[in-house]
């Protein structure tokens, strides 16, 4: 029979969002610490559906209904750890480049990363380089995530780049680069610390960058 987290992780896995907060909240009730049921319940569960997402095994739509119950136990669970000071992966603040409206994959990388226990700092699409700027400067992340699905935007993702170091800002944050039109050569030309393929693979690069 399994234990309470492994549950979490299990029922989280299979989206099953009206389960996860019950399971939560009994894990409370016996005296599990919120910290140790993020860490060996939510995030297990969403490492194995980056995992198999990663294989092909699992496709957008499962992650999404992941992403969803992974939420509802989060609600039970964040007044908790921000009271008792839990440690989280740290900040992260993530966006379409300017003069990009799609959000899907920026979206997906979003939850992934939340799930890998980043606290996210979302400014949306169509995102202007000062805006970047302005949320590097109030949150201090150690990651910033850009995403662009344009070959007539992605060079907004330079200018942004360039416009954090012109503000004094670029060493203190690592930069994430993605999006279809994107490879590891061009976000290297651009002066970003790394590039994902794709949402999983994200969330790998991202806690290898802020490690």
């Known amino acids: 029979m399994m234990d309470n987290l492994s549950q979490i992780a299990s029922s989280l896995y299979d989206g099953d969002y009206e389960i996860v907060p019950d399971l939560v909240q009994k894990s409370l009730d016996q005296g599990i610490s ?10 297990a569960g969403m490492d194995k559906v980056g995992k198999d997402f990663k294989e092909g095994t699992l496709f957008v739509p499962e992650v999404l209904i992941a992403a969803r119950a992974m939420h509802a136990g989060m609600d039970i ?5 921000a009271k008792s000071g839990a440690k989280n992966a740290g900040k992260c603040v993530i966006g379409t480049v300017k003069g ?13 990363l939340e799930g890998a226990g980043f606290e996210i700092i979302d400014l949306g699409t169509n995102v202007d380089p000062q805006a970047f700027v302005e949320a590097v400067r109030a949150h201090k992340p150690k990651l910033v995530c850009m995403s662009a699905l344009l070959t007539t935007t992605m060079q907004n993702m330079k200018v942004t780049i360039d416009e954090i170091g012109e503000a004094g800002l670029r060493d203190s944050t690592k930069i994430l680069l993605g999006g279809a039109p994107i490879t590891e050569d061009y976000a290297r030309k651009c002066g970003a610390d790394g590039y994902a ?15």
């Not at 669970?77 to 750890?81: A, G, K, N």
């Not at 393929?197 to 490690?211: E, M």
């Open 34 to 43: 919120p910290d140790k049921i993020l860490q060996e319940g939510l995030i």
């Open 77 to 81: 669970l964040r007044p908790l750890l």
């Open 100 to 112: 990009d409206l799609h959000d899907i994959g920026k979206n997906l990388v979003k939850m992934m």
């Open 197 to 211: 393929s794709n949402a999983a693979s994200g969330v790998d690069v991202a806690r290898a960058l802020t490690a």
